[in-house]
């Protein structure tokens, strides 16, 4: 009766395809026999798997033509996509095979069921889906949402590298940006949250970094290149500041998931490149005010005593002007970058970069062939090296 129940349930026409459970229970006589029982076990549980869900795929296929044609956000359709795989996983390893595997008997038919499906409201059912398995059915849907949810990633961030958005007055991450930062902390969070199906961890683990790469090039480079132009009408020391501002947004919202790592330590790098570069234009900035810009230049040169301006006089009055400058360095340019920690990372960085061009400039002045007398040292040169790094550094 049981046997029965089955074939009529599952096997309308093919009721052969049944073992018998006293073969199927059997002991294999030898290796080949033991093979082909195991290849008849999966073939089995295949075709009992499709018969159940074989009356959902026309009807799936229809119904995910229509939101492909009028498709949501793409947050959604990254997490529709995930579902396919998820399911498509999870079947294949019922059936016996592994996630990995693609089988491609019957995937022609699905995909132009599928394609008709995206083409017209009504789909035509003449179509020979008996022999696509649910599986290539999952793989189709799933591939097809991956595209689409690229897609309209792309479509976003162009819209956005064309009309850069523009920079707030405090140079903080402008709204459009942020909004987008946010969507890609969304799909950072599904994304780690994700099941898997694989039974080693650690081969999961591995394929995690190189699985979400694609999403993040996506998004990363975009971004990029879009605060970079939309800082294009700043000064250099303010460009670096916005920009800055800008990836460290991105960075923060990647650095709690471990398969993000590498790109974190990119970002970190570019952050250091431009924190190196809004040092170097203050530092210059602090030079020119106290009119020492110049001769931090002309130093390099031979006979720079001689020259204009590097007189006794004129060097004495350029560093009475420092002296007092340095007692209140104040910088308020970096009040403006976001991070406290990169606030006070740019204050102290400048500082030692004056610290050192001071040095340099005492050490090359001191020299016995540097063209002025003793009496002209002393009143040129008040404060010593380390008096004056000390100075700076507690302004």
Not at 120 to 143: C, F, H, M, P, R
Not at 210 to 215: A, D
Request: proline residues 5%; aromatic residues 10%.
């Amino acid at each position: 009766f049981e046997k029965d129940l089955v074939v009529s349930l599952f096997f309308e026409e093919h009721p052969e395809t049944i073992q018998n459970p006293r073969e199927q229970n059997s002991v294999p006589r030898n290796a080949e026999e033991s093979t082909t029982s195991e290849t008849s076990a999966k073939e089995l549980t295949a075709n009992i798997l499709n018969n159940i869900v074989g009356s959902m795929r026309e009807p799936l296929l229809v119904q995910v033509g229509q939101v492909v044609k009028n498709p949501p956000a793409f947050v959604v359709i990254y997490k529709i996509s995930n579902i396919f795989k998820f399911y498509r996983d999870i079947l294949a390893g019922v059936i016996g095979i592994s996630p990995n595997a693609e089988s491609l008997e019957g995937k022609d038919e699905a995909q132009s069921t599928f394609q008709n499906a995206k083409e017209s409201e009504t789909v035509d059912a003449s179509g020979d889906l008996e022999n696509t398995s649910i599986i290539n059915t999952l793989d189709i849907l799933q591939k097809e949402f991956t595209e689409l949810f690229f897609k309209l990633v792309q479509e976003h961030t162009q819209k956005l590298m064309i009309n850069p958005p523009a920079y707030p007055h405090d140079l903080s991450v402008s709204i459009e940006v942020a909004e987008l930062i946010r969507r890609l902390s969304e799909l950072l969070s599904m994304y780690n949250e994700s099941f898997s199906v694989d039974e080693d961890p650690e081969t999961y683990q591995k394929q995690k970094e190189s699985g979400f790469t694609p999403v993040l090039n996506a998004f990363v480079d975009p971004l990029l290149k879009t605060f970079k132009a939309s800082a294009s009408g700043l000064d250099k020391t303010d460009a670096g500041i916005y920009i800055i501002n800008n990836i460290f947004a991105i960075e923060e919202s990647m650095k709690q998931y471990d398969f993000t790592s590498a790109f974190v330590e990119r970002l970190t790098l570019e952050i250091g490149d431009w924190m190196d570069h809004i040092v170097s234009e203050q530092t210059t900035e602090i030079w020119k005010r106290c009119g020492m810009q110049d001769k931090i230049e002309i130093i390099e040169t031979p006979n720079f005593s001689s020259k204009p301006g590097m007189d006794a006089e004129s060097l004495q009055g350029a560093f009475t002007k420092f002296y007092q400058a340095m007692f209140s360095m104040v910088m308020p340019e970096f009040d403006r970058l976001n991070n406290p920690r990169l606030r006070t990372s740019a204050r102290n960085s400048t500082a030692r970069s004056v610290a050192l061009g001071y040095e340099k400039l005492y050490n090359t002045l001191s020299d016995p062939q540097s063209g002025y007398t003793p009496e002209e040292l002393d009143r040129i040169l008040v404060h010593a090296p380390e008096q004056v790094s000390k100075y700076v550094l507690d302004a």
